[in-house]
């Protein structure tokens, strides 16, 4: 049995929101999608998508893309994403009761691969903006978004502790984390674009300590300079600006 992972399916059956304005790469994605899947994925595989599962914005907009990814293969594990608004928190087990054993909605919770536990939350960084000069130098950022940062992550790690004694208690010890990670920069400069998105997905090996797991990503931003993040903590990132692969502006 094998362990998949997928985000960001944005799919939107039944709203006017088309990918395809993003890009020609996200035309007809859902046949991509469904097609790539049933070529990878055995009914038997463990098969974990890790929010941004649609843009419905209740559960009755978001009936038709759930029973699309109900038919996907695999067993299905279905974190909560940012742009997830279908799914109230508060709610996770009236999901479970209406879709399981087709889906599998993990929040405050736990699932299993093997002998693993699968456990996770919504991921959340601070999104600024902030406020650089013209050598690419932070000079200062948004206090109150910063404030309200903290409180959304403090939130998140909490669901995530949550999580991770369901599993103790079910008697797991040991525990791969999946956690998506969504934010938006902006930046404040003369010649720079006001603002940029990504989004990045964070799976760690597995571990049995929440704190173990590192990883790094950069992303290029325009005009040379490229956003590195690295964390050794499950939701704490480390944040810096840099010219190149070697030269870091402080």
């Not at 601070?126 to 130098?137: D, L, R, V």
Request: aromatic content about 12%; glycine content about 6%; overall charge positive.
């Amino acid at each position: 049995m094998a362990l998949y992972a997928l985000g960001d399916m944005h799919l939107a059956f039944s709203v006017d929101k088309p990918m395809d304005r993003f890009g020609k790469v996200w035309k007809k994605h859902e046949e991509k999608l469904e097609k790539n899947c049933r070529k990878l994925i055995g009914n038997e595989d463990t098969f974990v998508i890790t929010g941004d599962h649609c843009w419905g914005k209740n559960l009755s907009e978001a009936k038709t893309d759930l029973a699309f990814i109900a038919d996907l293969p695999g067993n299905k594990i279905l974190l909560r994403g940012n742009h997830d608004m279908f799914w109230d928190a508060k709610k996770t087990a009236v999901l479970n009761q209406e879709y399981e054993p087709q889906l599998h909605f993990l929040q405050n919770n736990h699932y299993h691969y093997q002998d693993y536990a699968l456990v996770g939350t919504k991921g959340y960084t601070f999104e600024g903006p902030f406020y650089i000069n013209s050598k690419g130098q932070i000079v200062g950022w948004d206090e109150a978004n910063e404030k309200q940062a903290k409180k959304l992550v403090a939130r998140e790690a909490e669901r995530l502790r949550i999580s991770f004694e369901s599993a103790r208690e079910a008697g797991f010890r040991k525990s791969t984390i999946r956690q998506q990670i969504s934010w938006k920069r902006r930046v404040s400069s003369r010649g720079w674009p006001k603002s940029t998105e990504w989004s990045m997905l964070y799976i760690p090996t597995a571990t049995e300590s929440p704190v173990t797991a590192t990883v790094s990503t950069e992303f290029t931003m325009g005009s040379g300079i490229t956003w590195f993040l690295e964390t050794t903590s499950i939701l704490s990132l480390k944040r810096s600006w840099i010219r190149s692969s070697t030269g870091t502006v402080e």
